[in-house]
Nanobody, 132 residues
C-alpha cells in the first residue's frame, strides 16, 4: 500500500485548494485517515481526521470552519478541501492511515497527536504555499 498526496501548490490568501490522499491496493474496512502539516521551524500539527466506515470527522481549531475532510471509498481517496487559506497555512501536508484492527471505535482527537511512526501508512507530502 502506498499513500500519494497531491493537490498542493501556490495560492493567494483567501483562495482554495483541494488536497488528495490516494491509497493504492487498499483493502481495509476500518481505518482512520488523518492530515498533518508541518511548516519550517514549527511542530507538526494534526489538522483533520476521518474514520471509515462511519465517516466521523474531527478538526483542529486552527482549521475548523475552513477545511473539510471527506472520502471516496470507491477510489480509496481522502480529500481535504481548504478554503479561506491564510499565509499561516503554508506547510508541507501529509496524510496518514491508521488501521483499526480491534472492535472499539477510537476517538479521533488523540489520533491527531500521534507520531507518524505510529501510522500504518504515511505519504510523502504535498507542499501548500499561501501568499499574502
Amino acid at each position: 500500500v502506498q499513500l500519494v498526496e497531491s493537490g498542493g501548490g501556490l495560492v493567494q490568501a483567501g483562495g482554495s485548494l483541494r488536497l488528495s490522499c490516494a491509497a493504492s491496493e487498499f483493502r481495509f474496512d476500518r481505518y482512520v485517515t488523518a492530515w498533518f502539516r508541518q511548516a519550517p521551524g514549527k511542530e507538526r500539527e494534526g489538522i483533520a481526521a476521518i474514520r471509515t466506515p462511519d465517516g466521523a470527522t474531527y478538526y483542529a481549531d486552527s482549521v475548523k470552519g475552513r477545511f473539510t475532510i471527506s472520502s471516496d471509498r470507491a477510489k480509496n481517496t481522502v480529500f481535504l478541501q481548504m478554503n479561506s487559506l491564510k499565509p499561516e497555512d503554508t506547510a508541507l501536508y501529509h496524510c496518514g492511515v491508521l488501521l483499526l484492527l480491534g472492535s472499539g471505535t477510537p476517538d479521533l482527537a488523540p489520533i491527531l497527536l500521534r507520531h507518524p511512526a505510529e501510522f500504518d501508512y504515511w505519504g510523502q507530502g504535498t507542499q501548500v504555499t499561501v501568499s499574502s
